[in-house]
């Protein structure tokens, strides 16, 4: 599994629990970030999964 896939999964954990935080005391901020960190996560699990279909295909 890639690195990137990894990151994106922990960026999207991070970002759910920032968001249900600001949700959670109302701070727009830090639900913002939330989504923000959210969105970057799952273009990181994106390309990981990119990157690993691509290194399947050059294995057969």
Known sequence: MDK??????????KG?????????VGNKRLE???KLDKAT???????GKAKDRER???KY
């Open 16 to 24: 759910g629990v920032k968001e249900a935080a600001g949700k959670a």
């Open 4 to 13: 990137n896939r990894t990151e994106g999964a922990g960026k999207q954990a």
């Open 32 to 34: 913002a970030e939330g």
């Open 56 to 58: 399947d295909k050059q």
């Open 41 to 47: 996560g799952k273009v990181h699990s994106a390309v």
